[in-house]
């Protein structure tokens, strides 16, 4: 298992880098952790996480095709967008309602370990994926809060390399934030 999580934790690592960057080998090295992450967290019993990272095998393709396809009035990327306060309104009701459904499912179905606190960081990671694939500003926001509440789980958990790679990936996601930021801004003459 060793082998395998230094594998996912590189791949992570990559992928996160390629995203702050806006850059399309994001989407490949995400598809290649995610699918790493599925057996990993089969193994460690947190099933709402295994379940998170086979979802977005499938999102990260969406999000391939939308980054190269997504831009049907230019040539150029897809620009960075904002949400508007009832996009705010929507996603937090979202992953209140669906954290609240699958965190009680996996605390009276499974074996589940950490039922709510794996459901609300696999609700509010993929609706993060979402929105990344949108290219919505507000996804580094889900992203570092994730981060947070991830670095006590995986450790608490034994999976120090994968708490080492949500450590990375706070700087990343803080990085990507104020990155695509400045574009937003560019892209917007502001």
């Known amino acids: 298992m060793t082998?395998?999580?230094l594998a996912a934790v590189i791949l992570g690592v990559l992928s996160v880098y390629f995203t702050t960057k806006q850059n399309i080998w994001c989407w490949p090295t995400g598809i290649a952790m995610t699918i790493l992450y599925v057996i990993i967290?089969?193994?460690?019993?947190?099933?709402?996480?295994?379940l998170e990272n086979f979802i977005y095998i499938f999102m990260q393709i969406y999000?391939?095709?939308?980054?190269?396809?997504?831009?049907?009035?230019?040539?150029?990327?897809v620009p960075v967008k904002r949400l508007k306060i009832m996009g705010i309104i929507f996603w937090s009701l979202e992953i209140i309602?669906?954290?609240m459904l699958l965190g009680y499912v996996m605390a009276n179905y499974t074996g589940a370990s950490l039922p709510y606190w794996d459901s609300l960081t696999t609700v509010m990671s993929l609706t993060a994926q979402w929105l990344m694939g949108r290219k919505?500003?507000?996804?580094?926001v889900l992203w570092i809060s994730v981060d947070v509440m991830a670095l006590f789980i995986y450790s608490y958990k034994g999976l120090y390399m994968t708490t080492g790679l949500y450590a990375v990936f706070l700087v990343?996601?803080?990085?990507?934030?104020?990155?695509?930021y400045r574009s937003y801004k560019t892209q917007n003459g502001k």
């Open 97 to 99: 309602v669906v954290t």
């Open 172 to 180: 990343l996601a803080t990085s990507g934030l104020i990155k695509w």
């Open 63 to 77: 999000g391939w095709y939308y980054w190269v396809y997504g831009n049907k009035k230019k040539k150029d990327s």
């Open 136 to 140: 919505i500003l507000e996804n580094w």
């Open 3 to 5: 082998i395998l999580e």
């Open 41 to 50: 967290f089969l193994n460690v019993k947190l099933y709402s996480d295994t």
